[in-house]
């Protein structure tokens, strides 16, 4: 025999677990009105969802960072959803600041120690949850640690690590980061195997083709330098701040040299 539920339970189970109403009233109907059983189920349940939901796009979400007084550390984390007013909901915004505390305090791999919260709220939002990235930079070397999220939706951003300049020319450097998406600091940096691939594409292009043998290689240097170095390495392109300058000589010009960088990005 079920037992009688009373409305007062159901509300009592659905604010201490933002569940609906009809999933609390089951819950309480199928442990017979024991509230921390119902909780229990409650959380069984909302895992089997998360995991069905696990595979579905998240476009947005939030990018937050966390700077020390003296620059010497930086912590950045993306949380990732599928709508934009789950990216603004409070307890989502807490989720993400939870993850950037833990990153924070213990390093990249206590992300992981939050993950029966994310399940959980998934399961109350009704919506994928992913942490899309982590990371910390600790400052070695005389270096210091610069960061930049793109306003207003804060969907994008970048933890930076310099050496030399000030805290002003690494945050707009960081900048740049953000806006140009290079793949690699310098071009020696860039694998061997895919700069040859590149090399290749260009040299049986009908553009390289069509020109005369001997000129062929010079020609192909230059496309690879322009289209693909120029593009793809940090240090190549062309400063955004000042299209005179490539980002390699804004650097010398400041007397700063970047040590390492991540770009992070909620919506892909």
């Given amino acids: 025999m079920t037992a009688e539920i009373s409305a007062s339970l159901v ?17 309480l109907q199928e ?34 960072y966390r700077l020390a007084d003296d620059a010497k550390k930086g912590t950045m984390v993306a949380v990732g959803c599928e709508t934009e007013p789950v990216s603004n909901n409070d307890e989502f915004l807490a989720y993400a600041k939870g993850v950037l505390d833990a990153v924070d305090a213990n390093g990249i791999d206590a992300a992981g120690g ?10 109350k939002l009704g919506e994928n949850i992913v942490v899309v990235g982590a990371a910390r930079f600790e400052a070695v070397n005389g270096g210091l640690v610069a960061a930049y999220v793109h306003p207003p939706a804060n969907k994008l951003g970048v933890l930076l690590q310099v050496r030399g300049g000030d805290a002003e ?19 020696e940096d860039a694998p061997a195997d895919i700069v040859a691939a590149e090399r290749e594409i260009y040299a049986n292009s009908d553009e390289v083709q069509s020109k005369p043998e001997q000129a062929r290689e010079k020609i192909v240097d230059g496309m690879l330098n322009k289209r693909f170095f120029g593009v793809n390495v940090l240090l190549e392109q062309e400063w955004i701040h000042d299209s005179s300058k490539t980002v390699g000589q804004a650097l010398a010009d400041a007397g700063a040299e970047v040590l390492e960088f991540q770009r992070f990005s909620v919506a892909g």
């Fill in 114 to 123: 939050l993950d029966e919260q994310r399940v959980e709220l998934a399961g």
């Fill in 11 to 27: 509300k009592e189970l659905r604010e201490r677990t933002g569940a609906g109403m009809m999933d609390c009233k089951q819950a």
């Fill in 31 to 64: 442990t017979n009105g024991d509230i921390d059983a119902a909780i229990v189920a409650l959380r069984e349940k909302g895992m089997a969802s998360a995991a069905k939901r696990a595979g579905r796009e998240t476009t947005e979400g939030k990018v937050g």
């Fill in 169 to 187: 020319f690494a945050r707009k450097l960081a900048m740049h980061i953000s806006w140009s998406n290079p793949q690699w600091i310098a071009r």
